[in-house]
């Protein structure tokens, strides 16, 4: 099946500092990559949506110039998140549209981000 | 407003059989998820329903009433592995996911 590859699975950073995500469609194009962030016992919060080749679409709320995503090939999407805070400490998880149906989605493994 | 409601918690023995609700509320349909999490992990997909009725797959069902704008998750005889967070998820008509809360599920001996 589809798979979508994510890394790191955990990081902890300074505060200030930059944190870049990567997720890869390992055996599929996705055109599409969805970014969530997790809040402990809260559900997933759609953050952004990137298309291959355009600009991210950014949801209500949240900082483009904070969370810059990248997705510049049909196989690789990147988040990194900028200047880092304690309050930025979460769970990010990416997923994407798995062909051929437009409703099958693959999630990342996610990624667990600590600011010290 | 688009919303999802679901129960926050729910307990179960295992081996016994448990039915989580929800109920949406979304502009325009394309269907309904039913995902499953484990914490600190990424949720893994059970089921999707489109069509009004019962989704029957080996362990656990799933039924939408798309005119109640209801639907549920049934599993059946739990292993303790079950214990879980289960998110029930609609799709709005522009195949944007909206996310319930999900439900907390707490097996038993």
């Known amino acids: 099946g589809a798979v979508v590859s994510q890394h790191p699975s955990w990081v902890i950073c300074k505060s200030g500092t930059s944190v870049k995500i990567e997720c890869r469609s390992l055996?599929?194009?996705?055109?599409?990559m969805f970014w969530y962030r997790q809040f402990p016992k809260q559900s997933l919060m759609l953050m952004a949506t990137s298309n291959e080749g355009s600009k991210a679409t950014y949801e209500q709320g949240v900082e483009k110039d904070k969370f810059l995503i990248n997705h510049a090939s049909l196989t690789l999407s990147t988040l990194t998140v900028t200047s880092a805070h304690p309050e930025d400490s979460s769970f990010y998880i990416c997923s994407a549209r798995t062909p051929p149906h437009d409703y099958g989605y693959t999630f990342g493994s996610g990624t667990r981000l600590t600011v010290v | 407003g688009q919303n999802i409601d679901q129960p926050t918690e729910m307990t179960a023995t295992e081996g016994a059989i448990v039915q989580i609700n929800c109920t949406y509320q979304t502009s325009g349909f394309n269907g309904l998820f039913w995902y499953q999490q484990h914490a600190g992990e990424a949720p893994t997909f059970l089921s999707y329903?489109?069509l009004d009725g019962l989704e029957e797959k080996g362990g656990f069902s799933s039924f939408l009433s798309r005119s109640k704008g209801y639907s549920y998750l049934l599993l059946k005889e739990l292993p303790m592995k079950d214990s879980a967070s289960y998110l029930c998820v609609s799709m709005d008509s522009n195949y944007q996911l909206i996310w319930g809360a999900g439900t907390k599920l707490i097996i038993k001996p």
């Open positions: 329903n489109v």
């Open positions: 055996d599929f194009q996705a055109t599409t």
